[in-house]
Structure formats: C-alpha cells, structure tokens
C-alpha cells in the first residue's frame, strides 16, 4: 500500500472534488481521510471555511461538493493541502474521537440464511464463529451504498469469506453479512451480495431522526450475541436507546 505524500486531486462535475489519499484499502488510510474529513467540519462549524457544501468520505478517498459560483476549484484544492499538511504533523487519535456503539446480533437461522456456509467454508463450529466476529471492536470505513449501510473492518482472516455469487434482490434491514475481509451491516431493506450470518433487532436508520443515523465514519462497532428471546425483547429500538 501507498499512502500518499500529499493527496490526489481530480474534479468530479463542476461542483466536487474527489481527494485520494492511498491507492487500496487500509485502516491506517482510511483513518487519515476521516482526520481530514472532521477537520473540514470543524472548520465548517467554527466559520473558518465556506462554500463547502457537503464532504463524503470513503475508504481511501474524500469527495468535497462546493458551489461554483463563490469559490474556485483551485482555492478549495490549495485548502485542502493545507488541511492534509496540518492533519499529518498531528496524532489521529486527537483528530478523530471515536464513539464505540455495541449492536446485539442474532447468529444463524433465519437470521443469518448464510451461517451454516460460512461454517463450512472456514472449517468452524458455530461458538467459534461467534467468538472471532464478537471479539474485536470494526472500524466504520464509510456509509453507503444504501442508507445506512456500514462498511466495517477488518474481520479476523479465519472468518474472511467471499460474496456471493448471484447477489440477493432483497436483505431484512439490520441483517450482518460479512464479504472478504469486511462485515456489514444494511440499514435498509436492500438488494445485497454479502454472506449473511445474522441480524440485529435494532434499528440502526430512521430518516424521520435528525440525524437518521448517528454512526459515523470513524466510529467503532462492537457486536456481541443474543438469543430469539432477547431479539424479540430489543425488536424495533433505535440503536442510541440500547448503549
């Protein structure tokens, strides 16, 4: 991997720019965009930058949107230098402050209809399982690519599985899947190809919320077991009404 000694600018339309700071996914990269990411909305919040309509991070990248017509591209690239050369002389854990969110997860069944696969493919008893993927707190990469969905990481090697072949037209919001070296969690009923091995009860996006979700990249996600009785007793609570 390559991480970049100053980021990568390209423009996107004529309203974004998109910022690449490494060229494959890592956590140490993806912990850089999120530095750079809350540095933008601070300066937003504290007045120090304008024009700045939305910034979207992703894995190894920022999208910036910006309104044309108060500010050039170049003025908003030569900021966003500034922003990266600030935010490398700095240790990541002032620039990013994590929230750890604990999401209950029913394993197997009808909740994870790809459970007993993943057993097979990786050579593990169900406990097993359970005990790699509860074991570590994942990394929020990014939201996308529906409402809500957390792309999470990096899960253990020995639970590391490949999508599916022909992906599903329709997943139950709240299902876990894991594919590669990721876990996921849909937010929303949605098409998916990931291997599903459970689901919470919770729910983790409302858009009647302001906001809808309050996970952020960055954030850190902790998953630990629950039974059928324990499924139906949290069934329905928004995510914050169980930490």
Known sequence: MTIYGKPKVRFVGGDAIHVDFCDEISLDCNRRVHAVYYAILNDLREGRVLDIVEAVPAYSSLTIFYDPRKVRHDSLTSYVSKVFEYVITQPLNELVKPRVFKIPVAYGG?????????????????????????????TCYMLGFTPGFLYLGDVDDRIAVPRLETPRTK?????????????????????????????????????RRTPPIPIKPGDLIRFYAIDCDEYLKLKDKFVDEVQ
């Not at 050579?123 to 570590?136: D, P, Q, V």
């Not at 849909?186 to 919470?200: A, D, F, I, N, Q």
């Open 110 to 138: 009808e909740f994870g209809p790809d459970f007993n696969d993943v057993l097979k493919i990786t050579k593990l008893t169900a406990e097993e399982f359970i005990r790699i993927h509860t074991s570590k707190e994942y």
């Open 171 to 207: 997943i139950p919001a709240g299902s876990v899947g894991i594919a590669g070296k990721q876990t996921g969690l849909y937010g929303v009923e949605s098409p998916g190809g990931w291997r599903l091995v459970g689901r919470t009860p919770i729910k983790t996006f409302d858009y």
